[in-house]
């Protein structure tokens, strides 16, 4: 662990994406302290204005702050986000668990319904998905959720198949411990590293996926601000207001952009094949 | 060659079997009656009563299955509940559209990602590869939805011009077809070309390294010989593979950027059809478009064969 926080901190792009990813965190969560204004509250006679002292990136097509739309669209991006990989981390790694541990039919029963989940653009099948349960936060979560369960399945499974003859695993079984004892408590510690990295990668993709939903008015609902929804409203007037569009497309690319540099940055430390490229 | 393609289509069964049940499965998760919520609330009982009978919904679940999936196997896909039309013909004829739009988005792609991703491994750590990673990261990091957005901004306000709405087939008039599809597909290109830019550099940049570079080199070999004539049929596995699963996305992805330039392919097809509750076309064209992303991922798999001959199945 030492020499993972040794080699952490020796890699600025780890460590200015984890700066710039945990002051995204605390925007996020401190968005009632830090928005100026209610984020629907609707200013009649300041509507499509540009940037000024009270509105600092202008106003939207019914007069409402975008920058406290923005902060409150960060707050929708993660806790979607964030919340989808859990989902699909808890799930992934059950299933990757067993069927890395017992293997046989087991194995190939569960990573062929992987082999099948895996057969779906990923867009498309959260779009059934959220066709058939309806739009909505929840909803959302799940079938970004359910989506991404087989790349956990597949990186766990992977890991479990190269540690599980290993002899601190032979020992654990020798002294009799319980199967779940075996996987949760010896196999499992050893598998965070790859899903670490995995995680970092998916809430990206998790939030891009939850932006191109709420894009095409499936995903969050309005009038909660989302930032796939407030570049979907701006369209009808982009020419009017540009900053509706600009300012939703600046904090999505910055907070997937440090996602994706974070999660880049944490293979490179824990992969010795990538350390040094 | 030929008993492993056997072996693939057969193992193609079990997955074709497990998309049919997901597809099926999904949409009738749907809370409440599938009939009532398509017809909408306006809808009388002897309407959704009809509906449910014409569909099939009063039998058990699998009877349902096996009534679809014995329709599929004879090419009915069943008929739409809000045009009343056959769905296979439509997802057809749409399919063409968004095939087109694919493949002009993969030619836009491929035709920046490829010369600038060896560029950027041949020059490793210079200004150039510098420029090509940002250029990466950025198409990899912003939703195509907003590159798609902020392109009609840019081409509205500053150069005063809109895609045409018609679309035209590429072999009735290509430079009408051009016109048309010129914005999606750099919008869908983008995306693509990070992703096959990104693997093109770190695959050259693995392979450059090997031995038998060094002696091509050693031998005095022109840098060209070298990259195009060695380095590149061996670093281009990681390149298909990429490919093959931008393909993938591109059938999928294709759903935003129709929907954003009222483009009218498959996507926008089973879109409407979401928005509408048009089920039994919803399950059509997602059914068709996992099809399609089988069979290119085989079609992926042969092509290697072709690129390396030491690939034995």
């Given amino acids: ?277 | 060659m030929g008993a492993y393609l056997f072996k693939r289509l057969v193992s193609l069964i079990p997955i074709l079997f497990g998309i049919s049940v997901l597809v099926f499965t999904i949409l009738h998760l749907v809370p409440g009656d599938p009939a009532s919520i398509m017809l909408g609330t306006n809808a009388t009982e002897e309407s959704i009563a009809a509906l449910r009978k014409s569909m099939g919904l009063d039998e058990p679940l699998v009877t349902q299955y096996l009534t679809w999936v014995g329709g599929l196997l004879q090419g009915d896909f069943g008929v739409s509940v809000h045009s009343g039309e056959e769905i296979l013909p439509q997802i057809i004829k749409r399919f063409g559209i968004t095939l087109q739009l694919t493949v002009f988005a993969v030619v836009i792609g491929w035709l920046v990602a490829i010369p600038f991703g060896i560029i950027s491994a041949i020059r490793a750590h210079s200004k150039t590869d510098i420029a090509v990673r940002v250029a990466t990261l950025l198409g990899i990091s912003v939703p195509n939805f907003a590159i798609g957005t902020l392109l009609l901004l840019v081409t509205s306000l500053y150069f005063n011009w809109f895609p045409p709405i018609d679309v035209v087939s590429f072999w009735e008039n290509p430079l009408e077809a051009f016109k048309v599809f010129v914005l999606p597909a750099t919008t869908m290109g983008i995306v693509v070309a990070a992703g096959v830019m990104r693997m093109t550099r770190s695959a050259f940049l693995e392979t450059m390294d090997k031995d038998f570079i060094r002696t091509a080199r050693a031998k005095g070999n022109s840098k060209w010989t070298v990259v195009m004539g060695h380095a590149f049929r061996n670093s281009s596995i990681p390149i298909v593979t990429i490919a093959g699963m931008q393909i993938g996305y591109l059938l999928g992805g294709s759903v935003i950027v129709e929907q954003l330039f009222s483009i009218p392919g498959l996507g926008q097809y089973v879109l409407e059809a979401i928005y509408q509750r048009d089920y039994p076309v919803v399950q059509g064209g997602v059914l068709f478009v996992a099809l399609v992303f089988v069979l290119v991922n085989l079609l992926i798999d042969l092509i290697y064969t072709w690129i390396d001959p030491r690939i034995k199945y």
């Avoid at chain 1, 020499?3 to 945990?22: E, G, M, P, Q, Y």
């Avoid at chain 1, 498309?124 to 956990?152: D, H, Y």
Wanted: aromatic letters at 10%.
């Fill in chain 1, 1 to 277: 662990m030492s020499t993972f926080r040794k080699r952490f901190w020796a890699n600025k792009t780890a460590v200015i994406c984890s700066i710039l990813l945990a002051l995204l965190c605390v925007i996020a969560a401190l968005a009632p302290v830090l928005a100026p204004h209610d984020p629907t509250e609707m200013f009649q006679n300041n509507r499509m204005e540009g940037s000024s002292d009270t509105f600092l990136l202008g106003t939207d097509q019914f007069g409402r702050d975008l920058l406290s739309r923005v902060i409150y669209g960060a707050r929708v991006s993660l806790v979607v986000g964030i919340s989808a990989v859990m989902v699909s981390v808890i799930f992934g790694t059950i299933f990757g668990l067993i069927a890395g541990y017992f293997g046989r039919w087991i194995d190939g029963f569960i990573m062929r319904v992987m082999d099948v989940l895996f057969a779906f653009p990923e867009i498309l099948l959260a779009l059934a998905i959220v066709a058939a349960l309806g739009p909505g936060t929840f909803n959302t979560i799940m079938a970004i959720g359910i989506v991404n369960i087989p790349i956990f399945t597949r990186t766990v499974r992977g890991a479990v198949l190269s540690i599980k003859n290993l002899e601190f695993v032979e020992s654990a079984r020798a002294i009799g411990a319980s199967t779940p004892r075996i996987l949760f408590k010896e196999i499992f510690p050893n598998v965070t590293a790859p899903l670490l990295v995995q995680s970092s990668l998916a809430i990206s993709g998790a939030i891009l996926t939850e932006s191109a939903l709420s894009f095409l008015g499936l995903g969050i609902q309005p009038p909660d601000p989302s930032w796939g929804g407030m570049i979907s409203e701006a369209r009808r007037y982009m020419e009017l207001a540009p900053g509706m569009i600009i300012w939703p497309c600046v904090a999505m690319t910055v907070t997937i952009l440090s996602c994706n540099m974070f999660g880049d940055a944490v293979r490179d430390i824990l992969d010795p094949r990538h350390r040094g490229k």
